[in-house]
């Protein structure tokens, strides 16, 4: 009896060691689990944040060499027309010399476009160059708020432009501009003897009107993805509270 006894007491203090063994391991494989199921589920908004990033990147360098394209092309335009406004041709048809350009010819609303253009040229080109740093090629806050301000600025630019430069276009009373004079006299071959070819320039201005329009979408789409960017963010906050960087790439 003594010997079962004794036996028993041994049973009894080896399972009242090994309880705190066992809750302690339980314990710490907890935390380890929870962590898991926290990577695993934030690993489909890591990918989407990668995804976000390179698309704003990809906008951005599509914005930068449009816009550089428009001022390209819009220079070009101005200095035909500036070499050549003085210009004089010979009208068989009224026997006098005919300036090759009406005198009353508005350049404004082209100016317009070429430093709008310019200046959007510019931001992005800063945008682009900057996306070499980390912090501005990740979504973080501060990639968040130069893209906010760059997009801002060159949708209010486009759209003030875009409404002024159109207006003239289909004003019949304010109805010569580059763009207008340049379609409306294109089939004229004694003024591409004297300018150049206005087809080509006609091409070249509708060119530039219609990438405008492109660009304004462009930023749109950057704008977007910062309001993705916040959208997600509310759902990637640490336990404090404290905002994390979304692409870890």
Same mark, same amino acid.
């Given at each position: 009896?003594?010997?079962?006894?004794?036996?028993?007491q041994d049973a009894e203090q080896s399972r009242t060691l090994l309880l705190p063994t066992a809750l302690s391991s339980t314990g710490a494989s907890?935390?380890?689990?929870?962590?898991?199921?926290?990577a695993a589920s934030s690993t489909p908004l890591m990918t989407a944040s990668t995804t976000t990033s390179r698309i704003r990147l990809i906008v951005?360098?599509?914005?930068?060499? *449009?816009?550089?394209?428009?001022?390209?092309?819009?220079?070009?335009?101005?200095?035909?027309?500036?070499?050549? /406004?003085?210009?004089?041709?010979?009208?068989?048809?009224?026997?006098?010399?005919? /300036?090759?350009?009406?005198n009353n010819m508005k350049t404004r609303p082209t100016l317009l476009l070429l430093g709008a253009a310019s200046a959007a040229t510019l931001l992005?080109?800063?945008?682009?160059?900057?996306?070499?740093?980390?912090?501005?090629?990740? *979504?973080?806050?501060?990639?968040?708020?130069?893209?906010?301000?760059?997009?801002?600025?060159?949708?209010?630019?486009?759209? $003030?432009?875009?409404?002024?430069?159109?207006?003239?276009?289909?004003?019949?009373?304010?109805?010569?501009?580059?763009?207008?004079?340049?379609?409306?006299?294109?089939?004229? $071959? $004694?003024?591409?003897?004297?300018?150049?070819?206005?087809?080509?320039?006609?091409?070249?201005?509708?060119?530039?009107?219609?990438?405008?329009?492109?660009?304004?979408? *462009?930023?749109?789409?950057?704008?977007?993805?910062?309001?993705?960017?916040?959208?997600?963010?509310?759902?990637?906050?640490?336990?404090?509270?404290?905002?994390?960087? *979304?692409?870890?790439?």
């Amino acid at each position: 009896m003594d010997q079962a006894t004794a036996a028993q007491q041994d049973a009894e203090q080896s399972r009242t060691l090994l309880l705190p063994t066992a809750l302690s391991s339980t314990g710490a494989s907890m935390p380890a689990q929870s962590k898991s199921q926290k990577a695993a589920s934030s690993t489909p908004l890591m990918t989407a944040s990668t995804t976000t990033s390179r698309i704003r990147l990809i906008v951005r360098i599509l914005s930068f060499l *449009l816009t550089g394209a428009i001022v390209i092309v819009l220079a070009h335009a101005l200095s035909i027309y500036f070499s050549s /406004r003085d210009k004089t041709m010979y009208d068989a048809r009224l026997q006098i010399d005919i /300036r090759v350009w009406p005198n009353n010819m508005k350049t404004r609303p082209t100016l317009l476009l070429l430093g709008a253009a310019s200046a959007a040229t510019l931001l992005s080109g800063t945008l682009c160059v900057g996306s070499f740093s980390k912090v501005v090629r990740r *979504l973080t806050p501060t990639s968040n708020i130069l893209t906010m301000a760059v997009s801002a600025v060159a949708l209010a630019l486009w759209i $003030a432009v875009a409404i002024l430069y159109k207006a003239d276009d289909l004003n019949p009373a304010e109805h010569w501009d580059m763009l207008s004079f340049t379609c409306g006299r294109r089939h004229d $071959a $004694a003024l591409d003897a004297a300018i150049g070819n206005l087809g080509s320039l006609c091409l070249q201005m509708r060119y530039a009107w219609w990438v405008t329009i492109a660009v304004g979408l *462009l930023e749109l789409v950057a704008l977007g993805t910062v309001v993705w960017a916040w959208w997600s963010g509310r759902w990637s906050r640490g336990d404090k509270g404290a905002y994390r960087m *979304l692409d870890t790439k």
